[in-house]
């Protein structure tokens, strides 16, 4: 993976169709996608249960793109070799999830596996200002985790103020809930470069008929890029 801050699209397959999650992914990425978002939930760091490692080892075959997994779970450093081994490019652990954030990104590495940290709605950006040197994403949430097709919760102000904060590192800013053409354009504009999105990128299409996935990818993309040339 090399980095640049060129404007990612990576649908979260939360919103794909959980018995054919296979040809779901070849057919985002088919259609443009640039990253795959892979959601972990464990039922107790938020309200819902999706799946584990031996899920993520069956999808990894058919990523050809990059595999993003963020694990809305807690604890996290006792799966993380198992998320190693199941094939994860990047795996991103919440702040929120344990007093040691700081360990939990060092043992993602040393793994094999870029590092990315996720801040949920409520924790401000300067928490996480000791670990810029040991992330190679951070993941700001634009809804409280657990499900997708919520409302996005604005947080601009977030990703200027981190945007700062990282500087010249190569550290991607990555958005999470919610982002569709209309809320791209305000993250894209504030420095972030890489795009989850789930229902904005499913609603409409499906396996046997994928071009509408292409068209919201698309549609996604040329807002953020739009507004990113502006800002
Ligand atoms: C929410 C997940 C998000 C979610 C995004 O807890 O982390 O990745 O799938 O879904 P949308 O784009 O529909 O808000
Ligand atoms: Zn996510």
Redesign the pocket.
């Known amino acids: 993976m090399t980095f640049d801050r060129s404007i990612k699209i990576a649908p979260?397959i939360?919103?794909a169709d959980f018995a054919d999650f296979g040809r779901e992914i070849q057919a985002i990425e088919a259609q443009g996608a640039d990253w795959v978002?892979v959601?972990v939930m464990d039922g107790h760091f938020?309200p819902n249960l999706t799946f584990g490692p031996p899920a993520v080892k069956a999808f990894r075959p058919h990523v050809k793109t990059v595999m993003d997994v963020?694990l809305?779970i807690a604890p996290v450093d006792p799966y993380i070799d198992a998320f190693a081994q199941a094939g994860a490019d990047v795996l991103t652990a919440h702040v929120e999830a344990g007093p040691h954030i700081h360990r939990t990104l060092q043992a993602i590495r040393a793994a094999g596996m870029k590092a990315g940290v996720a801040l949920n709605p409520g924790t401000p950006a300067d928490s996480i200002a000791h670990l810029l040197d040991l992330a190679d994403l951070v993941c700001v949430m634009t809804?409280n985790?657990?499900?997708?097709?919520?409302k996005f919760i604005d947080m601009t102000a977030k990703v200027r103020r981190l945007r700062e904060m990282i500087g010249d590192r190569p550290v991607h800013i990555e958005i999470?809930?919610?982002?569709d053409p209309t809320t791209a354009p305000l993250v894209a504009a504030a420095g972030a470069d890489v795009l989850?999105?789930?229902?904005?990128v499913f609603k409409g299409g499906s396996v046997a008929d994928p071009a509408p996935y292409g068209a919201n990818i698309a549609a996604i993309r040329a807002a953020a890029e739009g507004a990113a040339q502006a800002a």
């Open positions: 979260s939360l919103s978002h959601d938020v963020h809305m809804v985790p657990g499900f997708g097709g919520q999470d809930g919610g982002v989850v999105a789930g229902s904005a």
